[in-house]
């Protein structure tokens, strides 16, 4: 009796999916591009507000002062479709001037 029971829950083990490890986001990659854009204040959000929220970006500097920083959303490997990108538009200052989902 003992090893039917213990055969019962083997094969209920057995039929159970393992769920997949998420890995930790990387450098530049966020969950959700709405999300994080609906964080940010436009005229108000610093660079190290959206840093310490969203962590690196991959970054563009421009002569003129400017900065544009882009966060790709981690694209889920069931999705068909492409994966978002948030755009954001520094000012000389370091404050937050656009922002644009893509």
Known sequence: MRTLIACALLAGCALTEPRPVE???GPGEIASARQAQNALELGKSTKADVKALLGEATALE???GYE???YRERRDAKMQTPSSELVLLFEPAG???KTRVR
Do not use: E, M, Q, S
């Open 23 to 25: 890995r930790p986001l």
């Open 62 to 64: 421009f002569a003129t």
């Open 68 to 70: 544009v920083w882009i």
């Open 95 to 97: 404050v937050l001037a």
